[in-house]
C-alpha cells in the first residue's frame, strides 16, 4: 500500500461478499507498514499540519485510536449476535485524544505508551474474533442493533465499517511513515 494508491473506500467493502470481508478483516495489521517500529519516540508523538495530506494526529495517538476502536468494533458484533436489538454506547473518539490517554501509563509527556501494545491489541482482537466471524450464518450478520447517532445497524454493517476503518487508517500510517522515512 503506497500513497500514490488511493484510500479505501467504504462503499468497497460494502459491496464485497460476507466471505471476503472476513477474510478481508482478518488481514488486519498486515496493513501497516512494519517501519513504524522503527521510528523514534519524537517521530510517533509528531503532529502533522493539514497541508501535509497524511491526516493530523501523531502516530502513537493514530495506532492508540485503532486499538480502542478496535474493543469497541468487536464488543458491538459480539453483542449485536448474543443479545436482542442492542442500544450501543457513542463512543467520544476525540475525548480520548484530547484527555492525553495515548501520552503515557500517567496520561503525561513523560513515559510513552509502546506502540507495539496497541498493534498487539488489535491483532489478538482480529485474530480471536476473525475465525468466530467466519463461522456465522448469514442470518447473524443480519441482526440489529441500535446506535444512537447512526441509528439501526446490523452486525454486517459494525463489520463493513471496522474493516475500512483500519484500512482507512492504514493509509494515513503509511503516508506517515513515508514522509518520515521514504518509500519502502
Not at 46 to 72: F, K, Q, T
Request: glycine letters at 8%.
Amino acid at each position: 500500500m503506497s500513497t500514490t494508491v488511493p484510500q479505501p473506500a467504504l462503499a468497497a467493502f460494502q459491496a464485497m461478499p460476507t466471505a471476503d470481508l472476513v477474510a478481508r478483516y482478518n488481514i488486519g495489521v498486515e496493513n501497516f507498514d512494519r517501519r513504524v517500529f522503527d521510528l523514534t519516540d519524537e517521530q510517533l508523538d509528531m503532529a502533522w499540519l493539514p497541508s501535509a495530506n497524511v491526516g493530523r494526529w501523531p502516530i502513537r495517538v493514530l495506532l492508540g485510536h485503532l486499538a480502542d476502536a478496535e474493543l469497541a468494533f468487536v464488543l458491538r458484533m459480539r453483542q449485536v449476535v448474543a443479545e436482542e436489538r442492542p442500544t450501543f454506547g457513542v463512543w467520544d473518539e476525540n475525548a480520548f485524544i484530547d484527555s492525553g490517554l495515548y501520552q503515557g501509563p500517567d496520561g503525561k509527556q513523560g513515559a510513552k505508551h509502546p506502540i507495539g501494545a496497541f498493534v498487539a491489541v488489535i491483532h489478538t482482537l482480529r485474530k480471536w474474533h476473525g475465525p468466530w466471524l467466519a463461522t456465522l450464518p448469514d442470518a447473524a450478520f443480519a441482526r440489529k442493533a441500535l446506535h444512537p447517532v447512526r441509528g439501526e445497524q446490523t452486525t454486517r454493517i459494525v463489520l463493513d465499517y471496522a474493516t475500512w476503518h483500519l484500512e482507512h487508517h492504514a493509509w494515513f500510517l503509511r503516508a506517515k511513515v513515508e514522509r518520515l522515512l521514504g518509500g519502502a
